[in-house]
């Protein structure tokens, strides 16, 4: 069974960066799996934010792009969530999630909170 810890979440001030991990466990051959990000804001449905393949090819929700960075380490079965420039309305739970082809796997969430 896959498990995924996120950590990095917190309070931080609009214009301020926060970087998330998400640390992937238990399945064999994870470091070809598909790893991305999503959030969930309060009254809102969870929406995709950002996604890795294991080759590297990166897809990027629109309201994030030249915001966000996310990038991976295979050796460590890591995948991260630079984020820059943090808006009020980026204030969501953050989960990790991963799998073969779709994303099966999740984590149970940080929380990521930024002050105007």
């Known amino acids: 069974q896959v498990q995924l810890v996120e950590s990095g979440g917190g309070l931080v001030q609009a214009g301020g960066s926060l970087r998330l991990s998400c640390a992937a466990s238990?399945?064999?051959?994870?470091?070809?799996?598909?790893m991305g990000w999503f959030r969930q804001a309060p009254g809102k449905e969870r929406e995709f934010v950002a996604g890795i393949q294991w080759s590297g090819g990166v897809t990027y929700t629109d309201s994030v792009k030249g915001r966000f960075t996310i990038s991976r380490d295979n050796a460590k079965n890591t995948v991260y969530l630079q984020m820059n420039s943090l808006k009020p309305e980026d204030t969501a739970v953050y989960y990790c999630?991963?799998?073969?082809?779709?994303?099966?796997?999740w984590g149970q969430g940080t929380q990521v909170t930024v002050s105007s």
């Open positions: 999630a991963a799998g073969r082809a779709s994303y099966a796997y």
């Open positions: 238990g399945g064999t051959f994870i470091s070809s799996y598909v």
